[in-house]
Every structure is written in C-alpha cells, then in structure tokens.
Nanobody, 123 residues
Framework: QVQLVESGGGLVQAGGSLRLSCAAS????????MGWFRQAPGREREFVAT????????RYADSVKGRFSISRDNAKNTVYLQMSSLKPEDTAVYYCASTPRMWSSWVDEYDYWGQGTQVTVFS
C-alpha cells in the first residue's frame, strides 16, 4: 500500500507560480505511473497531468499544457507539479495519485490517492 501526502498549495495571484509536492511512503513509487488531478467546488475531479514510471513520458490536460510541468524523483519517492502562469480557473484542490498502468488520464484507473492540497488563484 502507498500513502501519498501533497503539499505546496496556497494562495497566489494570477500569473504567479506554485510547486506542489507529493511525498510517498509505504512503497516505492518507482513501480507506479503517477498523476495529478484537481477538483473545484461543484465540479468533478479532472485530470491535470501524468507521467510514466521513469518520467520519460508525460501527458497534460489541454487547459494546463505549456503552463504546468510534472516530474518525479524516484530516489526521494516524490512527484512534483510545477505550475506557472496561474489563472483563477486553476483554483481547486489538487490530488496526486498512483496507477499500475503505464500512464492514464482516467480517475478510475488510479488506486491510491492523497488527501489533496488547496490552490487558490486570485485576480
């Protein structure tokens, strides 16, 4: 079993940047593809970014492409989401999750989830 803990969220002005971290424990994440998702109030959880076990392949939602970057450090058992040029519509709770698949943008294909970290972008 994998325990995931997100951190790095906060309040930021539009155009600013944040880096989210997802620290894993219990098992090494090097055997999992990892993903970031987000959920705004009243909306369904949506895909943000994913990367393969090695980190060599990444995929992004169109809404964040070119602004967000997902990466991982398997030695530190940690996954990151660098967010730049933030917009008010990026406001949400951000979750990291693990999947045994090569990579995935589907919520249902992820088995372990963190508790989330709040990101609020004001204009």
């Amino acid at each position: 079993q994998v325990q995931l803990v997100e951190s790095g969220g906060g309040l930021v002005q539009a155009g600013g940047s944040l880096r989210l971290s997802c620290a894993a424990s219990g098992r090494t994440i090097s055997t999992y593809a990892m993903g970031w998702f987000r959920q705004a109030p009243g909306r369904e959880r949506e895909f943000v970014a994913t990367l393969t076990r090695s980190g060599s392949v990444t995929r992004y939602a169109d809404s964040v492409k070119g602004r967000f970057s997902i990466s991982r450090d398997n030695a530190k058992n940690t996954v990151y989401l660098q967010m730049s040029s933030l917009k008010p519509e990026d406001t949400a709770v951000y979750y990291c999750a693990s999947t045994p698949r090569m990579w995935s943008s589907w919520v249902d294909e992820y088995d372990y989830w963190g508790q989330g970290t709040q990101v609020t972008v004001f204009s």
